[in-house]
């Protein structure tokens, strides 16, 4: 009797096991069959990027799935919860301390039956929420107006635990296409032209460029102090040239002017104070004399500056001043340094795009040593990178294999933040909107594979074009050959193009076209279609003329407002083409 009683007592258990069992693997479903037993917390202290975050995981689940979870700001509440953002109930389960506000990095983590995601306030948790839909469920905010947001009957709860951090402080692009505040918080982006306050949190802005001009303008002061400017060939020049920095009244001016944009202007992080774009700098005796003091055109702009930043400190001790190193000042002065307060904007533009920096290409050498150089003395370096060819914006421009490996390289070089300058006037650029997506995940982090993030991005974009439009971009990237460079200025003839290239281009996108299921990537395709078109015509001009080519990519252009180079409007483009008939 003993051992049938200890027998069934065993069995008693056993069967209470597998039925605990059973409840606590249902209770991990994060949804099924369009419910769920989770909730949403958040606490009613939360900041307003936390609270948006919160909102969308709630609306995202539901459009994945049918099952809304209810939102509460009860930290104590039983069950099963998602926790979003950092609080006393985070605290208690983790240890862990509590992030800085404007620290963007994050961790989401389950323990026990419950999902923890938290990061700094400003931007952290936010971005901790996007990415748990991203990497979870495959949800991509591809562009502003494209979404994709997988089905599911079912989702258990795995055990994750997952950090991440960005890469760079500061990351953006300019694209036109890309220019909305919502889809550059879901691709991590977190600077724009323009700072703004909005659901998401702030918006960081770097105020300005080659702004000495509008500080102290020819039109205002020339006419009366013809020395604010610069000397050139014995005469003082009166257009659009550089300042005379070693005159003291130039300095004076533009430390009470710099004041008062700071204080018109307070949401800035950065203030620019930077060489206007020309190369007619200053060649009179004083400015000469201290350029031989410190090494050249940056040592003279360096010694200005800090001057400048020096009597803006008291006023405004957590904003800071930027200059350029830019054509020019690029090359790193000597016996002196930036203060602590001002930020050096590196400029790539006379690089080779079609390698990575690091990879030995001559054309990049002197570049280079100058990043590393600066690197050295700047307590705050930026970037000014390049990612599209200005003179023919539409045209292939085969850069995707250099954009992780040089974000790398200037991160790995001290680079507190990048601006990728892209197409910023208009729509109809090669491949803006796949670039602007890829490079926005790259800046976060480079270490990814860039053909994977273009696999995605093709994959959901082009629906069943997706192959053949993969294979027109591997065509492009076929261009770049180890003895084969190009800046950002090069036009239809240059070596990399054949008209080979573009009739195998035509071949695979006709079939794209045909095989595109909707209107909608008939129209996609056609933006891609663009790219040869505008070679085929600029290399074959009476030609294109008489067989409709142009009268195709005048259409097209058209359509998007789309503009063919920086600086040239489309109406002018249109009447120089056809008259060269």
């Given at each position: 009797?003993?051992?049938?009683?200890?027998?069934?007592?065993?069995?008693?258990?056993?069967?209470?096991?597998?039925?605990?069992?059973?409840?606590?693997?249902?209770?991990?479903?994060?949804?099924?069959?369009?419910?769920?037993?989770?909730?949403?917390?958040?606490?009613?202290?939360?900041?307003?990027?936390?609270?948006?975050?919160?909102?969308?995981?709630?609306?995202?689940?539901?459009?994945?799935?049918?099952?809304?979870?209810?939102?509460?700001?009860?930290?104590?509440?039983?069950?099963?919860?998602?926790?979003?953002?950092?609080?006393?109930?985070?605290?208690?389960?983790?240890?862990?301390?509590?992030?800085?506000?404007?620290?963007?990095?994050?961790?989401?983590?389950?323990?026990?039956?419950?999902?923890?995601?938290?990061?700094?306030?400003?931007?952290?948790?936010?971005?901790?929420?996007?990415?748990?839909?991203?990497?979870?469920?495959?949800?991509?905010?591809?562009?502003?107006?494209?979404?994709?947001?997988?089905?599911?009957?079912?989702?258990?709860?795995?055990?994750?635990?997952?950090?991440?951090?960005?890469?760079?402080?500061?990351?953006?692009?300019?694209?036109?296409?890309?220019?909305?505040?919502?889809?550059?918080?879901?691709?991590?982006?977190?600077?724009?032209?323009?700072?703004?306050?909005?659901?998401?949190?702030?918006?960081?802005?770097?105020?300005?460029?080659?702004?000495?001009?509008?500080?102290?303008?020819?039109?205002?002061?020339?006419?009366?102090?013809?020395?604010?400017?610069?000397?050139?060939?014995?005469?003082?020049?009166?257009?659009?040239?550089?300042?005379?920095?070693?005159?003291?009244?130039?300095?004076?001016?533009?430390?009470?002017?710099?004041?008062?944009?700071?204080?018109?202007?307070?949401?800035?992080?950065?203030?620019?104070?930077?060489?206007?774009?020309?190369?007619?700098?200053?060649?009179?005796?004083?400015?000469?004399?201290?350029?031989?003091?410190?090494?050249?055109?940056?040592?003279?702009?360096?010694?200005?500056?800090?001057?400048?930043?020096?009597?803006?400190?008291?006023?405004?001790?957590?904003?800071?001043?930027?200059?350029?190193?830019?054509?020019?000042?690029?090359?790193?002065?000597?016996?002196?340094?930036?203060?602590e307060n001002v930020v050096i904007r590196l400029c790539s533009i006379e690089c080779c795009f079609a390698h990575p920096l690091d990879a030995g290409c001559p054309q990049n050498e002197a570049f280079m040593n100058d990043l590393k150089g600066w690197s050295e003395?700047?307590?705050?370096?930026?970037?000014?990178?390049?990612?599209?060819?200005?003179?023919?914006?539409?045209?292939?421009?085969?850069?995707?294999?250099?954009?992780?490996?040089?974000?790398?390289?200037?991160?790995?070089?001290?680079?507190?933040?990048?601006?990728?300058?892209?197409?910023?006037?208009?729509?109809?650029?090669?491949?803006?909107?796949?670039?602007?997506?890829?490079?926005?995940?790259?800046?976060?982090?480079?270490?990814?594979?860039?053909?994977?993030?273009?696999?995605?991005?093709?994959?959901?974009?082009?629906?069943?074009?997706?192959?053949?439009?993969?294979?027109?971009?591997?065509?492009?990237?076929?261009?770049?050959?180890?003895?084969?460079?190009?800046?950002?200025?090069?036009?239809?003839?240059?070596?990399?193009?054949?008209?080979?290239?573009?009739?195998?281009?035509?071949?695979?996108?006709?079939?794209?076209?045909?095989?595109?299921?909707?209107?909608?990537?008939?129209?996609?395709?056609?933006?891609?279609?663009?790219?040869?078109?505008?070679?085929?015509?600029?290399?074959?001009?009476?030609?294109?003329?008489?067989?409709?080519?142009?009268?195709?990519?005048?259409?097209?252009?058209?359509?998007?407002?789309?503009?063919?180079?920086?600086?040239?409007?489309?109406?002018?483009?249109?009447?120089?083409?056809?008259?060269?008939?």
């Amino acid at each position: 009797m003993y051992h049938f009683n200890s027998l069934f007592s065993r069995l008693q258990l056993a069967f209470l096991f597998v039925l605990f069992s059973i409840n606590l693997g249902a209770a991990d479903w994060l949804f099924r069959d369009g419910k769920s037993n989770y909730k949403i917390a958040v606490s009613s202290e939360a900041s307003t990027s936390e609270q948006t975050a919160a909102c969308e995981l709630q609306q995202y689940i539901e459009r994945m799935s049918g099952a809304r979870l209810q939102i509460t700001s009860d930290l104590t509440a039983s069950g099963r919860n998602i926790f979003v953002g950092y609080n006393e109930r985070v605290a208690a389960l983790t240890g862990a301390q509590k992030p800085e506000m404007e620290d963007e990095s994050f961790t989401y983590k389950t323990i026990g039956h419950n999902l923890l995601i938290w990061g700094g306030s400003q931007r952290g948790t936010m971005y901790g929420v996007f990415a748990f839909l991203e990497k979870e469920f495959g949800i991509h905010w591809l562009t502003p107006k494209c979404t994709v947001i997988p089905q599911y009957k079912e989702w258990k709860m795995p055990r994750l635990n997952h950090s991440e951090k960005p890469f760079v402080a500061y990351r953006y692009s300019n694209y036109f296409v890309a220019n909305d505040e919502k889809w550059s918080a879901h691709t991590f982006e977190n600077m724009k032209w323009s700072p703004s306050a909005n659901e998401y949190g702030n918006i960081e802005a770097y105020y300005g460029a080659h702004t000495m001009e509008w500080l102290v303008p020819v039109k205002e002061f020339f006419a009366t102090h013809p020395e604010y400017f610069c000397l050139r060939d014995g005469k003082r020049y009166d257009g659009y040239g550089q300042l005379c920095l070693s005159n003291p009244e130039v300095l004076e001016i533009c430390k009470e002017r710099m004041k008062l944009r700071m204080r018109e202007y307070p949401e800035y992080r950065i203030y620019s104070l930077s060489q206007n774009d020309n190369f007619r700098f200053c060649q009179c005796d004083k400015c000469r004399a201290i350029e031989d003091q410190y090494g050249g055109h940056s040592g003279l702009i360096v010694w200005f500056v800090n001057q400048v930043a020096d009597a803006v400190r008291d006023e405004f001790p957590d904003k800071f001043i930027g200059t350029f190193a830019y054509q020019y000042s690029r090359r790193p002065p000597t016996g002196i340094k930036p203060r602590e307060n001002v930020v050096i904007r590196l400029c790539s533009i006379e690089c080779c795009f079609a390698h990575p920096l690091d990879a030995g290409c001559p054309q990049n050498e002197a570049f280079m040593n100058d990043l590393k150089g600066w690197s050295e003395i700047a307590p705050h370096l930026f970037i000014w990178d390049y990612i599209v060819d200005y003179a023919q914006y539409i045209a292939p421009w085969p850069n995707f294999q250099v954009l992780g490996p040089n974000i790398k390289v200037f991160g790995d070089n001290k680079a507190i933040g990048i601006f990728e300058e892209a197409q910023y006037q208009s729509e109809g650029a090669e491949f803006d909107e796949m670039k602007a997506w890829t490079v926005n995940h790259l800046l976060w982090n480079p270490e990814q594979n860039v053909d994977s993030l273009v696999n995605i991005f093709v994959k959901y974009y082009y629906g069943k074009a997706a192959p053949r439009i993969l294979e027109y971009y591997k065509l492009c990237q076929s261009l770049v050959k180890p003895d084969v460079h190009y800046g950002i200025y090069i036009t239809e003839n240059h070596e990399i193009y054949s008209d080979e290239f573009i009739q195998k281009a035509f071949s695979i996108l006709d079939k794209a076209k045909q095989e595109a299921e909707t209107d909608y990537i008939r129209e996609q395709v056609d933006r891609v279609r663009m790219q040869p078109l505008f070679l085929y015509c600029m290399r074959h001009k009476a030609e294109s003329l008489r067989n409709g080519t142009w009268d195709e990519l005048k259409a097209l252009m058209q359509k998007y407002n789309a503009m063919h180079r920086e600086g040239q409007r489309q109406a002018g483009f249109f009447r120089e083409f056809e008259a060269a008939k």
